[in-house]
């Protein structure tokens, strides 16, 4: 049975603090993106997943692109990205996604993808052409790859991170305990060992954990350390924020001095690189995760 979001009436929801305030997007830098991004017919995270640096990273032209359409087969609480019955995927996406990237000039760039269980190999396929074709088109280049879960289909995985992208990321989300009303159809223990599968083949690997769904400080202590002995390098903080009223509720909004504590903790724990802060999201300076 799958547990409803938390969502509180209006007059308990806790108000935004002022420092999650963020700019409006704006500059002829974004809207160079934007026409980039519209013209070949792509899909963001930055615009899907309705994220507050968006006028920031396309201001610096640079962005995240999502792969494999813009519908996805998992029906996560906390995410704004379409759910249902994906559409057939297109062949031409990883040649459209490559001459973006060129045409950009990016020197890093970051390639995610909806969830695809419906299929066999759960898009490991586009994955993998998507990354060789941006190096062959852009050799210079720096790419990491946020992936899905692939349910224990390791062949799948494999293929996905065999094409040459520097970083492997695949999101943890949130503790152990909050996975069954935050992540209905993941498993704590699978995404671990996925980690610490692309660790083995020899990738630099990396996470990100969103705070605020209800979590305690001990829950997310133990949480770092449990990616610190599966082979995680590089996690990322930051604070959950409710795309819409019928996703799951925020519980609370994490103090910027208890980001700055995280930090600290999962240096701690062995983990080689903590970016956290109330805006941090995966792909946020993830230019810097290279070489960490």
């Avoid at 519209?38 to 899907?48: A, E, M, P, V, Y």
């Avoid at 390791?154 to 909050?178: C, D, F, K, P």
């Avoid at 992540?183 to 605020?212: F, V, W």
């Avoid at 610190?228 to 509720?249: F, S, V």
Wanted: net charge neutral; proline share 5%; with cysteine.
């Amino acid at each position: 049975m799958i547990e409803l979001p938390v969502v509180a009436p209006a007059e308990q929801r806790v108000k935004r603090p002022d420092w999650l305030r963020v700019k409006l997007p704006i500059g002829e830098n974004f809207k160079k993106v934007r026409e980039i991004v519209d013209k070949n017919k792509l899909h963001t995270i930055c615009q899907s997943g309705n994220c507050p640096n968006m006028g920031e990273c396309w201001g610096e032209g640079t962005a995240t692109f999502m792969i494999l359409g813009n519908v996805c087969t998992r029906s996560c609480t906390f995410c704004a990205v379409a759910t249902g019955r994906p559409n057939e995927y297109d062949k031409d996406e990883p040649l459209r996604v490559a001459e973006a990237i060129s045409t950009m000039g990016v020197k890093h760039a970051v390639i995610t993808s909806v969830n695809r269980d419906e299929l066999k190999d759960r898009g490991a396929e586009i994955w993998y052409q998507t990354v060789v074709l941006t190096k062959q088109f852009s050799p210079g280049t720096t790419i990491e790859t946020l992936i899905p879960d692939t349910k224990n289909n390791w062949e799948a995985l494999y293929r996905m991170i065999s094409a040459g992208q520097e970083v492997v990321s695949h999101n943890m989300e949130t503790v152990e305990r909050l996975y069954r009303p935050v992540r209905p159809q993941a498993k704590y223990e699978r995404s671990l060992e996925q980690i610490r599968r692309t660790k083995e083949y020899g990738k630099r690997t990396k996470t990100g954990i969103m705070l605020g769904l209800g979590e305690t400080k001990d829950e997310v202590i133990k949480a770092m350390h449990d990616l610190a002995q599966n082979g995680c390098d590089i996690l990322t903080l930051g604070q959950y924020l409710q795309p819409t009223k019928m996703h799951h509720e925020v519980i609370e909004f994490i103090h910027p001095d208890m980001f700055a504590m995280y930090k600290e903790e999962g240096m701690k724990a062995g983990l080689k690189y903590v970016e956290s802060g109330p805006l941090v999201r995966s792909s946020y300076h993830s230019e810097r995760h290279v070489n960490v």
